[in-house]
């Protein structure tokens, strides 16, 4: 018999069994065999104590124990877990990381006490109905962006937020470091980054359109000890940290710490500081040999702390007016023999994408890197709707799908006046839940390109992690969903199960401490309509 679930994701099926549940209790143990490490320490250290379980070591056939193997004939990040009377429970994977997405789907078949930090209810008896639940996802990059320069994350956010991002089997952390705002990210070698670009001295409050600020100094960065526990954190969940440095736009602070990174024929660097407003800055790289060795050697910084196949360069929205004012941006354009400042960019970004494929690295970027070709093993996050995805795709690049129209989450989520800060596009909790990444005018060849996708998190009007929470919940478990399963084409999705699923994921949203927004609509107290930003019927002037 087919079973009905309340799992988010959806997993491909689930076979329900009319037989005696399954007991866990203080009695269970945990039996997992070499290469499962990962989810046998999670279990223990993160699910044990929210139950009270202490899963001691056990033999492999214990009766009503929880047992954990590997079978290379499943999809890598596939599991099959099996919930059998006088068993017990066995995940099997294609992978560590299939074992461990098994263990989240056992955690969410628990219950919402599951999410919590200790027991509420110590030796309560856990029943689960005997099932067996086969599942992998539908895309290998399944992401979230999260923007750190506006707004400061302190490390226990984003480490909470990799946990939530495990919870919704995402294994893509996209860490956005850099940027106008501010520099987020320790280079030893270059410590003004960070004394300087690392602060700001105020804020704008609300969006660009507010009049509001806060005059109090903002700021904060991740030494590279902090980096390496998040890495290190992430990797014991399966999840990739792709760093983003930008260049060479969104790129002021850097200039502000470092003023002969700038356009120094132009203007003078030297007035500059952090960025205090929203937008895009007309400050950019200065297009020298100095500016490169520099970024170079942030580079094999960051290359140091982070083993990802793929690193962000940033490389849209870059303003050329500096440019076109520089006499040294002109000799370099009639030297390299570039038509305009646009070929200028295009330079820029390839000479970054040949450096980073010389050390084993892959170049990503926003769709402007596509303008003026790129090196066959770049890959492109299409941000600007389906149309960058799409050329990319069709040119052989690999593709990473975000358009801003479906999944930025920055986005107002009603077309009222009650969101706290009304801009954007209105994307429902629907709206996310009926995205489809791959668009329908690529062939099945073009297609593969097609990596996965990611829902992006722009920080500019969420002041502390309940902004950012209130932005991203619940249509984060609808993208998670979307970005995992099988779903059928946008039309057809069944919304009103998927929103019977949502009635209990709340409850586990709940235990986890997730300020989401609810389905009613904002909560008094966050209700803020025409102070911080007038609504805007498209996006808002930044990405």
């Given at each position: 018999m087919t079973s009905r679930t309340d799992l988010i994701p959806a997993p491909r099926t689930v076979e329900g069994h009319m037989s005696r549940a399954?007991?866990?209790?203080?009695?269970?143990?945990?039996?997992?065999?070499?290469?499962?490490?990962?989810?046998?320490?999670?279990?223990?250290?993160?699910?044990?104590?929210?139950?009270g379980l202490p899963l001691p070591p056990g033999p492999e056939d214990a009766r009503d124990g929880v047992r954990l193997r590997l079978d290379d004939t499943l999809e890598p990040e596939a599991y099959r877990l099996r919930v059998v009377t006088d068993r017990g429970v066995d995940i099997t994977g294609g992978s560590a990381a299939g074992v461990f997405w098994g263990?989240?789907?056992?955690?969410?078949?628990?219950?919402?006490?599951?999410?919590?930090?200790?027991?509420?209810?110590?030796?309560?008896?856990l029943a689960i109905q005997p099932q067996i639940i086969e599942d992998a996802p539908r895309f290998g990059w399944r992401g979230l962006m999260l923007d750190v320069a506006r707004h400061f994350m302190p490390k226990e956010g984003v480490l909470r937020y990799l946990d939530l991002m495990a919870a919704h089997k995402l294994n893509v952390f996209h860490?956005?470091?850099?940027?106008?705002?501010?520099?987020?990210?320790?280079?030893?070698?270059?410590?003004?980054?960070?004394?300087?670009?690392?602060?700001?001295?105020?804020?704008?409050?609300?969006?660009?359109?507010?009049?509001?600020?806060?005059?109090?100094?903002?700021?904060?960065?991740?030494?590279?000890?902090d980096i390496r526990e998040i890495v290190a954190y992430a990797a014991e969940r399966h999840i990739t940290v792709v760093p983003e440095i930008d260049v060479p736009g969104h790129s002021q602070a850097a200039i502000a710490a470092y003023p002969e990174l700038g356009n120094t024929d132009a203007i003078d660097t030297t007035s500059l500081t952090v960025w205090d407003n929203w937008g895009i800055s007309p400050n950019v790289l200065a297009p020298t040999d100095n500016t490169l060795r520099f970024y170079e050697g942030v580079f094999e910084e960051v290359l140091e702390l982070f083993p990802s196949e793929f690193v962000h360069v940033g490389g849209d929205e870059c303003?050329?007016?500096?440019?076109r004012q520089s006499a040294a941006a002109q000799r370099r354009i009639e030297r390299l023999g570039l038509k305009d400042e646009d070929g200028l960019q295009a330079w820029f970004i390839a000479h970054f994408d040949a450096w980073l494929s010389a050390r084993g690295r892959r170049l990503i970027g926003w769709d402007e890197i596509l303008e003026g070709g790129l090196a066959a093993g770049a890959a492109v996050s299409s941000w600007r709707g389906y149309a960058g995805g799409i050329a990319a795709a069709r040119a052989g690049h690999d593709v990473v799908m975000c358009p801003e129209q479906q999944v930025y989450l920055d986005h107002r989520q009603d077309a009222g006046p009650d969101e706290p800060v009304p801009i954007g596009y209105v994307r429902t909790l629907e709206d996310v839940y009926r995205f489809e990444p791959?668009?329908?005018?690529?062939?099945?060849?073009?297609?593969?390109?097609?990596?996965?996708?990611?829902?992006?998190?722009?920080?500019?009007?969420?002041?502390?992690?309940?902004?950012?929470?209130?932005?991203?919940?619940?249509?984060?478990a609808a993208f998670a969903e979307?970005?995992?399963?099988?779903?059928?084409?946008?039309?057809?999705?069944?919304?009103?199960?998927?929103?019977?699923?949502?009635?209990?994921?709340?409850?586990?949203?709940?235990?986890?401490?997730?300020?989401?927004?609810p389905p009613t609509g904002p909560r008094p107290w966050q209700k803020r309509p025409g102070v911080l930003g007038r609504p805007i019927d498209g996006p808002p002037p930044n990405r």
């Open positions: 399954v007991l866990l209790g203080a009695d269970t143990t945990l039996w997992a065999a070499p290469g499962t490490g990962t989810t046998e320490r999670w279990l223990r250290c993160t699910l044990g104590p929210a139950l263990a989240q789907t056992l955690r969410q078949l628990l219950g919402p006490d599951a999410f919590r930090k200790a027991p509420v209810r110590p030796g309560f008896t860490f956005h470091l850099t940027d106008d705002q501010g520099w987020r990210v320790e280079i030893k070698r270059y410590p003004r980054l960070t004394e300087i670009g690392s602060w700001r001295s105020r804020t704008k409050f609300g969006h660009r359109a507010s009049p509001l600020w806060e005059e109090k100094p903002h700021g904060g960065y991740y030494t590279q000890d303003r050329k007016d500096q440019w791959v668009p329908p005018e690529l062939t099945a060849e073009e297609a593969r390109h097609v990596l996965g996708t990611q829902a992006n998190v722009w920080t500019e009007v969420m002041e502390d992690h309940a902004r950012v929470d209130y932005q991203a919940f619940p249509r984060l979307v970005a995992w399963s099988a779903l059928p084409a946008p039309a057809e999705r069944d919304f009103a199960d998927f929103e019977r699923r949502m009635a209990v994921h709340y409850r586990r949203l709940d235990a986890l401490g997730v300020a989401y927004r």
